[in-house]
């Protein structure tokens, strides 16, 4: 069931998403020798929000960890355009946006990012929902890391005793695909958005749930992988395919262009870009190689649930 939203819920979320923040700081900060750059910002417009990255650490290339607490007189275009209802609405929005860049190819990209809005206007009720969701890519994966980040996801997708990991998983693969590539961005995870079907407090605390999972889960796959020898091909390799998830971020991130388009802090919101990127053409990758493994057996949309052995 759906409740009324009063302001000191804006408050309260606002809170715990800082909260999980530094948690994430924190669990990142265990596999470093290096500190977190912190900028905290305002947004002329109103709000602002802190800024975190970690660059050319021991373990992460580069790993960003945002919060921001934004509000406006009008929602920007990558909010409306499925809900024209909420055109010329005033809004608050609040996230957290986590990527990691990784230095070991054997260690998987992954991206957080959770999110609530309000918009309202004097005329009417507050509206509310959620959103977010995480998602791996992996440049040389391995099963057992794809099936545990899966199996983490279908645990906590339960809202109302009610299990969404399908539906969710599937959001997931339909958004993070790149048309223009005809392949997915990795190997999915759980994605959804306009969530406010439930309790706002039930609902509030599901997304506080998929933000712990996100980063107890990768912390087990960090420990595995972090220091695996690896060549300089596997590194060739890892900054190729980091090419595609630039093309995604600049090409189809709502989140990316929602930030640009609410003239939102542009350093903050392309931190999600890796420090050294390479686009090389017509990449060879030769059957039966390493490299083959993921474009052979990954880079699709599968139930991975049942690919453990």
Known sequence: MKTKFKVEDGDIISKSFQTLQNNIINEFLKYEE??????????????????????????????????????????????TS?????????????????VTHPKNPFVPTVHLNVRFFMAFDENTEPLWWFGGGFDMTPFYPFLEDVVLWHESAQKICVLDKKNYYDDFKKQCDDYFYLKHRNEPRGVGGIFFDNLNNHKLADC????????????????KILKKRKDLPYSEKHKSFQLFRRGRYVEFNLVYDRGTLFGLQSNGRTESILMSLPPSVNWIYNYPVEDGSE???????????KDWL????
């Open 82 to 98: 499925n809900r024209p209802e909420l055109n010329g609405m005033k809004y608050r929005a609040m996230g957290v946006s986590v």
């Open 34 to 79: 290096t500190d977190f750059h912190i900028d905290t910002w305002k947004r002329p417009e109103g709000g602002g929000g802190r800024t975190c990255v970690l660059s050319k650490g021991c373990t992460f290339d580069k790993v960003g960890v945002n919060f921001s607490d934004i509000n406006g007189t009008s929602l920007p275009p990558a909010a």
């Open 291 to 301: 490299e083959s493994v993921l474009y052979n057996d990954y880079l699709m949309a």
């Open 204 to 219: 509030h605390d599901f997304v506080i749930k998929v933000g712990e999972c996100f980063y107890t889960t990768y912390s």
């Open 306 to 309: 049942k690919e453990k052995n």
